[in-house]
């Protein structure tokens, strides 16, 4: 189906958990992810864990007013999860096929 002129995102999914310690050019694109996403109003869904380039996304867009929404496994959530910030809502779910469905 084709996007028409008045049918516009309304959600965002990102899911990213590379390591960036060394690579300040990946840090500044997950920023501006994230304030791209904010200035649209849109809605962010990320992999709800506290690491990674999708964590800078989501408080980039948080910090800006977006709605956001981490979705972690219950297997992972010991390894870091939203419950530590106040970065958005956060979803447990039960695995990982249940995380992307």
């Keep these: 189906m084709a996007a028409t002129p008045n049918r516009q995102f309304k959600n965002i999914c990102v899911l990213s958990e590379f390591t960036y310690s060394k690579h300040k050019e990946f840090v500044d694109a997950a920023i501006d992810l994230g ?5 649209r109003k849109l809605h962010l869904v990320y992999g709800g864990g506290n ?3 999708s964590k800078l996304v989501s408080e980039t867009a948080f910090v800006r007013g977006s709605q956001v929404l981490g979705i972690i ?3 992972l959530k ?4 939203l419950s530590d910030s106040s970065t ?9 096929q249940e995380r992307i469905t």
Excluded: D, F, N, Q
């Design 35 to 39: 304030r791209s996403i904010a200035e």
């Design 51 to 53: 690491r990674g380039l």
């Design 73 to 75: 496994p219950r297997a």
């Design 78 to 81: 010991h390894l870091g999860s």
């Design 88 to 96: 958005g809502e956060e979803l447990v779910v039960s695995g990982m």
